[in-house]
Each structure stands twice: as C-alpha cells, then as structure tokens.
C-alpha cells in the first residue's frame, strides 16, 4: 500500500513558479510509476504528467510541454512537479498518484484509471 501527501500549492501571478511536492510512504514506491493529475471546478480531473520508476522516462499533456517539469527522488520518497510561467488556466486542484499495476515497467499512462493510489490534493490558484 502507498500513502501520498502532496504541498506546495497555493496563490501565485501569472508567469509566476510553484513547486509542488508528494511525499509517499510505503516499501513498494521506489518500483512505480508516478503521476500528477489536476481538476479544476466543474471540469474533470486531467492527466499532467507521469515519470517513469526509473525517472528515465517522462511524459507530459500538450498544455503544459516546456513550462512543467516533474521529477522523483526514491531515495527520499518524493516527486516533484515544477510550474513555470503558470497561466490562469492552471487553475486546479492538483493530485499525485501512484501506479501500482505499472511496477517495475516504463509504462506512463494518462488514464487515470490506472492510478491507484492518490493524494488528497493541493490547490493552485493562478491569478491574472
């Protein structure tokens, strides 16, 4: 079983950074891929980007390509997902997720409904 935790959010101009952290517990973390998903109010919720559980691979939806980086640290439990030059539209509530049906692969899908485990989310509020 994995618990995830993600911070880091919070209120932030436009063109402006965040970074938002998930710490996870549990001994299977350092095999899973890793997702952050985000939903902003009455849309559903959208993949954002995954990493693989090497960290050799990653993925990421069109929108935010060349403005968000995400990374893991297994040794520390931790994936990172860093915003830049942020858009209103960012605007969402943002979750980690874990896949555990994914261990020791390179997969990185953006269904979540291959996520199993999830944090209970951080809020991002990006202002014009």
């Known amino acids: 079983q994995v618990q995830l935790v993600e911070y880091g959010g919070g209120l932030v101009q436009a063109g402006g950074s965040l970074r938002l952290s998930c710490a996870a517990s549990g001994r299977a973390f350092g095999s899973l891929p890793m997702g952050w998903f985000r939903q902003a109010p009455g849309k559903e919720r959208e993949f954002v980007a995954a990493?693989?559980?090497?960290?050799?691979?990653?993925s990421y939806t069109d929108a935010v390509k060349g403005r968000f980086t995400i990374s893991r640290d297994s040794a520390k439990n931790m994936v990172y997902l860093q915003m830049n030059s942020l858009k209103p539209e960012d605007t969402a509530v943002y979750y980690c997720?874990?896949?555990?049906?994914?261990?020791?692969?390179?997969?990185?899908?953006?269904?979540?409904?291959?996520?199993?485990?999830w944090g209970q989310g951080t809020q991002v509020t990006v202002s014009s």
């Open positions: 990493v693989s559980w090497s960290a050799g691979r990653t």
């Open positions: 997720a874990s896949d555990s049906r994914g261990a020791w692969s390179e997969r990185l899908s953006s269904n979540d409904s291959d996520y199993d485990y």
